[in-house]
Protein backbone atom coordinates (compact mmCIF):
# COMPACT_ATOMS: atom_id res chain seq x y z
CA UNK A 1 0.00 0.00 0.00
CA UNK A 2 1.55 2.98 -1.55
CA UNK A 3 1.62 6.56 0.60
CA UNK A 4 -1.18 8.43 -0.90
CA UNK A 5 -3.50 5.56 -0.45
CA UNK A 6 -2.59 4.52 3.12
CA UNK A 7 -3.55 8.53 3.85
CA UNK A 8 -6.83 8.00 1.93
CA UNK A 9 -7.65 5.35 3.99
CA UNK A 10 -6.27 6.88 7.74
CA UNK A 11 -8.54 9.42 6.88
CA UNK A 12 -11.43 7.70 5.97
CA UNK A 13 -11.11 5.76 8.73
CA UNK A 14 -10.29 8.13 11.26
CA UNK A 15 -13.19 10.60 9.90
CA UNK A 16 -15.99 7.54 10.31
CA UNK A 17 -15.10 7.19 13.71
CA UNK A 18 -15.52 10.76 14.62
CA UNK A 19 -18.76 11.06 12.99
CA UNK A 20 -20.37 7.98 14.54
CA UNK A 21 -19.24 9.40 18.39
CA UNK A 22 -20.57 13.10 17.11
CA UNK A 23 -24.14 11.32 15.73
CA UNK A 24 -24.58 9.35 18.86
CA UNK A 25 -23.64 12.37 20.97
CA UNK A 26 -26.13 14.50 18.62
CA UNK A 27 -28.62 11.69 18.75
CA UNK A 28 -28.34 12.00 22.80
CA UNK A 29 -28.66 15.88 23.23
CA UNK A 30 -31.40 15.93 20.67
CA UNK A 31 -33.38 13.28 22.70
CA UNK A 32 -32.73 14.81 25.52
CA UNK A 33 -34.07 18.41 24.32
CA UNK A 34 -36.99 16.24 22.98
CA UNK A 35 -38.34 14.95 25.92
CA UNK A 36 -38.05 18.43 27.66
CA UNK A 37 -39.99 20.49 25.29
CA UNK A 38 -42.43 17.20 25.41
CA UNK A 39 -42.37 18.30 29.22
CA UNK A 40 -42.32 21.97 28.79
CA UNK A 41 -45.36 21.51 26.09
CA UNK A 42 -47.28 19.53 28.96
CA UNK A 43 -46.84 21.59 31.82
CA UNK A 44 -48.06 24.64 29.41
CA UNK A 45 -51.39 23.09 28.24
CA UNK A 46 -52.17 21.64 31.73
CA UNK A 47 -51.62 24.50 33.35
CA UNK A 48 -53.44 26.69 31.30
CA UNK A 49 -56.65 24.07 31.12
CA UNK A 50 -56.55 24.12 35.30
CA UNK A 51 -56.31 28.34 34.87
CA UNK A 52 -59.23 28.46 32.67
CA UNK A 53 -61.62 26.09 34.08
CA UNK A 54 -60.59 28.24 38.09
CA UNK A 55 -61.70 31.40 35.80
CA UNK A 56 -64.64 29.27 34.72
CA UNK A 57 -65.62 28.03 38.46
CA UNK A 58 -64.95 31.73 40.07
CA UNK A 59 -67.23 33.52 36.82
CA UNK A 60 -69.80 30.70 37.08
CA UNK A 61 -70.20 31.77 40.76
CA UNK A 62 -69.90 35.20 40.58
CA UNK A 63 -71.51 36.36 37.33
CA UNK A 64 -75.55 37.01 37.66
CA UNK A 65 -76.79 39.38 34.94
CA UNK A 66 -76.44 38.79 31.50
CA UNK A 67 -75.87 41.06 28.92
CA UNK A 68 -76.11 40.12 24.91
CA UNK A 69 -73.26 41.03 22.90
CA UNK A 70 -70.30 39.55 21.06
CA UNK A 71 -66.86 39.33 22.10
CA UNK A 72 -64.97 41.72 20.41
CA UNK A 73 -65.21 40.63 16.78
CA UNK A 74 -65.22 36.89 18.02
CA UNK A 75 -67.89 34.99 15.77
CA UNK A 76 -67.47 32.00 17.68
CA UNK A 77 -71.25 32.04 18.91
CA UNK A 78 -70.44 32.54 22.77
CA UNK A 79 -72.61 34.83 24.03
CA UNK A 80 -72.45 37.02 27.49
CA UNK A 81 -72.46 35.18 30.71
CA UNK A 82 -69.78 33.48 32.78
CA UNK A 83 -68.65 31.62 29.87
CA UNK A 84 -68.11 34.55 27.65
CA UNK A 85 -66.97 36.61 30.53
CA UNK A 86 -64.25 33.59 31.01
CA UNK A 87 -63.20 33.55 27.73
CA UNK A 88 -63.17 37.39 27.24
CA UNK A 89 -60.49 37.09 29.96
CA UNK A 90 -58.45 34.51 28.28
CA UNK A 91 -58.17 36.19 24.99
CA UNK A 92 -57.14 39.61 26.95
CA UNK A 93 -54.76 37.78 29.32
CA UNK A 94 -53.24 35.83 25.58
CA UNK A 95 -52.72 39.16 24.44
CA UNK A 96 -50.03 39.79 26.47
CA UNK A 97 -47.97 36.06 26.30
CA UNK A 98 -44.77 36.32 24.26
CA UNK A 99 -45.29 32.44 23.68
CA UNK A 100 -41.99 30.09 23.11
CA UNK A 101 -40.31 29.87 20.15
CA UNK A 102 -40.71 31.18 16.35
CA UNK A 103 -43.12 28.12 15.79
CA UNK A 104 -44.28 27.61 19.34
CA UNK A 105 -48.02 27.87 19.76
CA UNK A 106 -50.92 27.83 22.06
CA UNK A 107 -54.71 26.96 20.77
CA UNK A 108 -58.14 26.98 22.41
CA UNK A 109 -61.29 25.51 20.92
CA UNK A 110 -64.72 24.31 21.16
CA UNK A 111 -66.26 21.36 19.09
CA UNK A 112 -69.61 23.00 17.39
CA UNK A 113 -71.36 20.15 15.40
CA UNK A 114 -68.75 18.37 12.56
CA UNK A 115 -66.60 21.51 12.83
CA UNK A 116 -63.48 22.45 15.33
CA UNK A 117 -63.88 26.29 15.99
CA UNK A 118 -61.02 27.72 17.23
CA UNK A 119 -61.65 30.87 20.22
CA UNK A 120 -57.58 31.26 20.23
CA UNK A 121 -54.52 31.05 18.55
CA UNK A 122 -51.34 32.51 19.96
CA UNK A 123 -48.03 32.77 18.48
CA UNK A 124 -45.59 35.42 19.69
CA UNK A 125 -47.91 38.65 19.05
CA UNK A 126 -50.38 36.84 16.82
CA UNK A 127 -54.06 35.94 17.95
CA UNK A 128 -55.67 35.82 14.82
CA UNK A 129 -58.03 32.48 15.14
CA UNK A 130 -57.66 29.69 11.94
CA UNK A 131 -60.98 28.86 9.95
CA UNK A 132 -63.12 26.18 11.11
CA UNK A 133 -61.62 22.69 10.36
CA UNK A 134 -64.00 19.62 9.65
CA UNK A 135 -63.52 17.30 12.66
CA UNK A 136 -62.95 14.18 11.00
CA UNK A 137 -60.10 15.60 8.74
CA UNK A 138 -56.75 15.15 8.90
CA UNK A 139 -55.72 18.06 10.05
CA UNK A 140 -55.35 18.98 13.90
CA UNK A 141 -54.54 15.63 15.38
CA UNK A 142 -53.99 17.20 18.53
CA UNK A 143 -56.85 19.45 18.92
CA UNK A 144 -59.32 16.54 18.09
CA UNK A 145 -58.06 14.44 20.42
CA UNK A 146 -58.19 17.30 23.24
CA UNK A 147 -62.09 17.71 22.08
CA UNK A 148 -62.64 13.91 22.97
CA UNK A 149 -61.70 14.37 26.65
CA UNK A 150 -57.74 13.01 25.89
CA UNK A 151 -55.14 14.61 27.36
CA UNK A 152 -51.33 13.28 26.25
CA UNK A 153 -48.81 14.67 23.64
CA UNK A 154 -48.74 13.35 20.20
CA UNK A 155 -46.60 13.88 16.50
CA UNK A 156 -48.80 14.83 14.65
CA UNK A 157 -50.20 17.30 11.63
CA UNK A 158 -51.58 20.94 13.22
CA UNK A 159 -54.31 23.09 11.79
CA UNK A 160 -51.91 23.86 9.38
CA UNK A 161 -50.69 20.78 8.05
CA UNK A 162 -47.40 21.01 9.60
CA UNK A 163 -45.90 18.58 11.83
CA UNK A 164 -45.28 19.42 15.00
CA UNK A 165 -45.47 17.84 18.99
CA UNK A 166 -48.13 19.01 20.91
CA UNK A 167 -49.31 18.36 24.15
CA UNK A 168 -53.51 18.32 24.13
CA UNK A 169 -55.71 18.50 27.11
CA UNK A 170 -59.61 19.12 27.09
CA UNK A 171 -61.15 22.14 29.59
CA UNK A 172 -63.74 19.81 31.10
CA UNK A 173 -66.08 22.76 32.39
CA UNK A 174 -66.27 24.74 29.11
CA UNK A 175 -65.86 21.42 27.03
CA UNK A 176 -63.03 23.29 25.25
CA UNK A 177 -59.72 21.81 24.39
CA UNK A 178 -56.27 23.10 24.74
CA UNK A 179 -53.15 22.37 22.27
CA UNK A 180 -49.91 23.82 23.20
CA UNK A 181 -47.30 22.75 20.40
CA UNK A 182 -44.00 23.73 18.15
CA UNK A 183 -43.07 22.33 14.81
CA UNK A 184 -40.66 19.48 14.71
CA UNK A 185 -38.54 21.75 12.67
CA UNK A 186 -37.66 24.28 14.82
CA UNK A 187 -36.40 21.38 17.44
CA UNK A 188 -34.73 19.39 14.75
CA UNK A 189 -32.94 22.42 12.77
CA UNK A 190 -29.99 23.14 15.57
CA UNK A 191 -28.92 19.57 15.71
CA UNK A 192 -28.98 19.28 12.11
CA UNK A 193 -26.85 22.35 12.00
CA UNK A 194 -24.39 20.75 15.05
CA UNK A 195 -24.25 17.91 12.95
CA UNK A 196 -22.76 19.20 9.74
CA UNK A 197 -20.53 22.00 11.72
CA UNK A 198 -19.27 18.89 13.94
CA UNK A 199 -18.47 17.08 11.09
CA UNK A 200 -16.92 19.83 8.88
CA UNK A 201 -14.73 20.30 11.83
CA UNK A 202 -13.92 16.86 12.18
CA UNK A 203 -13.23 16.10 8.66
CA UNK A 204 -10.48 19.39 8.60
CA UNK A 205 -9.38 18.14 12.22
CA UNK A 206 -8.36 14.54 10.96
CA UNK A 207 -7.20 15.78 7.55
CA UNK A 208 -4.97 18.21 9.54
CA UNK A 209 -3.52 15.04 12.06
CA UNK A 210 -2.87 12.67 9.45
CA UNK A 211 -0.68 15.01 7.16
CA UNK A 212 1.00 15.49 10.68
CA UNK A 213 1.11 12.36 11.28
CA UNK A 214 2.48 11.00 8.21
CA UNK A 215 5.00 14.05 8.25
CA UNK A 216 6.67 12.53 11.73
CA UNK A 217 6.40 8.57 10.62
CA UNK A 218 7.35 8.81 7.37
CA UNK A 219 11.39 9.83 8.24
CA UNK A 220 10.68 6.92 11.34
CA UNK A 221 9.78 4.66 8.26
CA UNK A 222 12.07 5.20 5.90
CA UNK A 223 14.58 4.45 8.63
CA UNK A 224 13.45 1.21 9.13
CA UNK A 225 13.27 0.56 5.87
CA UNK A 226 17.13 2.08 5.11
CA UNK A 227 18.02 -0.56 7.80
CA UNK A 228 16.13 -3.68 6.78
CA UNK A 229 17.98 -3.06 3.19
CA UNK A 230 21.32 -3.21 5.32
CA UNK A 231 20.64 -5.95 7.73
CA UNK A 232 19.78 -7.95 4.25
CA UNK A 233 22.86 -6.22 1.59
CA UNK A 234 25.42 -7.41 5.40
CA UNK A 235 23.36 -10.98 5.54
CA UNK A 236 23.45 -11.89 1.81
CA UNK A 237 27.14 -10.95 1.23
CA UNK A 238 28.45 -13.20 4.67
CA UNK A 239 30.09 -16.67 3.75
CA UNK A 240 28.75 -18.23 7.21
CA UNK A 241 24.56 -19.65 6.76
CA UNK A 242 22.38 -17.21 7.93
CA UNK A 243 19.08 -18.29 8.79
CA UNK A 244 16.01 -17.24 10.34
CA UNK A 245 12.65 -19.19 11.42
CA UNK A 246 9.50 -18.16 13.17
CA UNK A 247 8.22 -19.17 16.66
CA UNK A 248 6.54 -22.04 14.45
CA UNK A 249 10.15 -23.06 13.56
CA UNK A 250 9.25 -21.99 9.19
CA UNK A 251 11.79 -20.44 7.45
CA UNK A 252 11.89 -16.91 6.77
CA UNK A 253 14.75 -15.63 5.77
CA UNK A 254 17.74 -17.98 3.90
CA UNK A 255 20.88 -16.06 2.94
CA UNK A 256 23.32 -16.66 0.31
CA UNK A 257 25.79 -18.37 2.75
CA UNK A 258 23.11 -20.99 3.59
CA UNK A 259 22.27 -21.80 0.35
CA UNK A 260 25.96 -22.72 -0.26
CA UNK A 261 25.75 -24.86 2.67
CA UNK A 262 22.64 -26.55 2.34
CA UNK A 263 22.19 -26.38 -1.45
CA UNK A 264 18.36 -25.23 -1.35
CA UNK A 265 17.60 -21.98 -3.42
CA UNK A 266 16.07 -19.20 -1.19
CA UNK A 267 12.87 -20.04 -3.41
CA UNK A 268 12.31 -23.57 -2.64
CA UNK A 269 13.59 -23.14 1.59
CA UNK A 270 11.19 -20.46 2.40
CA UNK A 271 7.99 -21.16 4.38
CA UNK A 272 9.15 -24.97 4.86
CA UNK A 273 9.86 -25.98 8.71
CA UNK A 274 13.81 -26.01 10.12
CA UNK A 275 13.49 -29.45 10.35
CA UNK A 276 14.15 -30.05 7.08
CA UNK A 277 17.75 -29.25 7.02
CA UNK A 278 18.46 -31.81 9.91
CA UNK A 279 19.56 -35.02 9.23
CA UNK A 280 16.74 -37.64 9.19
CA UNK A 281 18.30 -39.97 12.10
CA UNK A 282 17.91 -36.71 14.62
CA UNK A 283 14.33 -35.56 12.93
CA UNK A 284 12.48 -37.81 15.07
CA UNK A 285 14.26 -36.94 18.34
CA UNK A 286 13.97 -33.84 17.31
CA UNK A 287 9.76 -33.73 16.88
CA UNK A 288 9.72 -35.74 19.85
CA UNK A 289 10.95 -32.72 21.99
CA UNK A 290 8.28 -30.25 19.93
CA UNK A 291 5.49 -32.74 21.43
CA UNK A 292 6.77 -32.49 25.01
CA UNK A 293 7.25 -28.80 24.76
CA UNK A 294 3.85 -28.48 23.51
Request: glycine share 6%.
Amino acid sequence: MNEKIRFIALTLIMTSVALIIGSVAIGILYNTAFEQKRTDLVETARSQARLIESIARFDAKHVHQMHEHELNSDSTGYKSGSVAATISQVIDAHKNYKGWGKTGEFTLARLEGEQIVFILRHRQYETDKPEAIPFNSNLAEPMQLALTGQSGTIIGLDYQGKKVLAAYEPVAILNLGIVAKINLTEIRTPFIQAFWIVSLIASITIAAGTVLFFAISNPIIKGIKVNERRFHSITQLANDAIIATDENGMITFWNNGAKKSFGYDTKEILGKHISILMPDKYQATYKLKLRKVK
